[in-house]
Nanobody, 114 residues
Framework: QVQLVESGGGLVQPGGSLRLSCAVSGSSFSMYGMGWYRQAPGKQRELVALISNSGTTTYRDFVKGRFTISRDNAKKRVYLQMSSLKHEGTAVYYC????????WGQGTQVTVSS
């Protein structure tokens, strides 16, 4: 059974930074493209960024230039470095494969507030 454990969220002021981490267990990892997703209160979950199995990255326009997705295949982890955070970045952040084939983890809450 695949388990996804997200961590690194918290309360941050606008303009601040956070680094999220997602640990994957129970499955091979390196073969999958991975993504970070988020769900804001009252909204549907949405894609934030993708990283292919070869390391190619793709970002939604609303995070381009501010967020960086990366992965460590040896550790079976995917990361999201978030900078210049905005109020609208407040959400629960999740990781999953690029095609969302695994059951969702509990996510990690990011709150951007002064």
């Amino acid at each position: 059974q695949v388990q996804l454990v997200e961590s690194g969220g918290g309360l941050v002021q606008p303009g601040g930074s956070l680094r999220l981490s997602c640990a994957v267990s129970g499955s091979s990892f390196s073969m999958y493209g991975m993504g970070w997703y988020r769900q804001a209160p009252g909204k549907q979950r949405e894609l934030v960024a993708l990283i292919s199995n070869s390391g190619t990255t793709t970002y939604r326009d609303f995070v381009k230039g501010r967020f960086t997705i990366s992965r460590d295949n040896a550790k079976k982890r995917v990361y999201l470095q978030m900078s210049s955070l905005k109020h609208e970045g407040t959400a629960v952040y999740y990781c999953n494969t690029a095609t969302m084939i695994w059951s969702w983890g509990q996510g990690t809450q990011v709150t951007v507030s002064s």
